[in-house]
């Protein structure tokens, strides 16, 4: 049972934070309150794996022996104009965002989202898709723990480019963290090496 607004849309922010804030796994896009869908166990399983996987080489300060230069959070309300997503992993480079984005929604622009598919995969492949090229999000990725893969898109005018696809077997340098390599497989479940 859905908790959203009883009135017709279109909905806004406020109609969106109106929703008690223990009660809110909700995202406003284009004008229509969407509820996100209960995430499987491949799927929290997937959204731990990457963060982890990301956040110890690259949520520091640039500079020593990883590469650093990121802010990293998770399921956070970020403010897209009208519209209000709910990545499941989000981050900001420190060079153009040298404070940690904070507030509910954040209303700074992430140049990362990652969406790992689950019940609601139309909105992750399609709509969001979509909010994120008009607010030129640079980089957005898509993990599938169903076809266990990974598929990464970078910004362009025309749409987002689709410039790497790999399964789970693959080790790769994803754009735009390419300076450490990535098995693919540690977020279907494989152990990190070293």
């Known amino acids: 049972m859905s908790i959203a607004p009883k009135k017709r849309g279109p909905f806004t922010v406020a109609d969106l934070f109106a929703i008690p804030e223990e009660a809110r796994r909700h995202e406003l896009i284009d004008g229509e309150i969407v509820e996100k869908g ?30 650093g230069g990121w802010w990293f959070a998770s399921e956070v309300e970020i403010l897209f104009g009208d519209d209000v997503c709910r990545p499941d992993v989000v981050a900001w480079r420190r060079e153009r965002v ?9 209303a700074v622009r992430p ?11 139309r909105n992750d492949l399609v709509r969001k898709k979509h909010v994120y090229h008009r607010h030129q999000v640079g980089h957005y990725w898509i993990v599938d723990p169903v076809e266990e893969t990974l598929a990464v898109y970078r910004w362009h005018p025309d749409g987002y480019l689709e410039i790497l696809a790999a399964e789970r077997a693959e080790r790769v340098r994803a754009e735009p963290f390419e300076a450490i390599e990535l098995s693919v497989g540690v977020l279907f479940g494989d152990e990190p090496e070293g």
Do not use: K, M, Y
């Open 38 to 67: 209960a995430a499987t166990g491949e799927h929290g399983n997937a959204q731990s794996a990457l963060t982890t996987e990301l956040r110890r080489p690259f949520d520091r300060r640039p500079g020593g022996s990883l590469p």
């Open 98 to 106: 040298p404070e940690r984005p904070r507030g509910t929604p954040v």
């Open 111 to 121: 140049d990362w989202t990652c969406e790992i598919l689950s019940t609601n995969r």
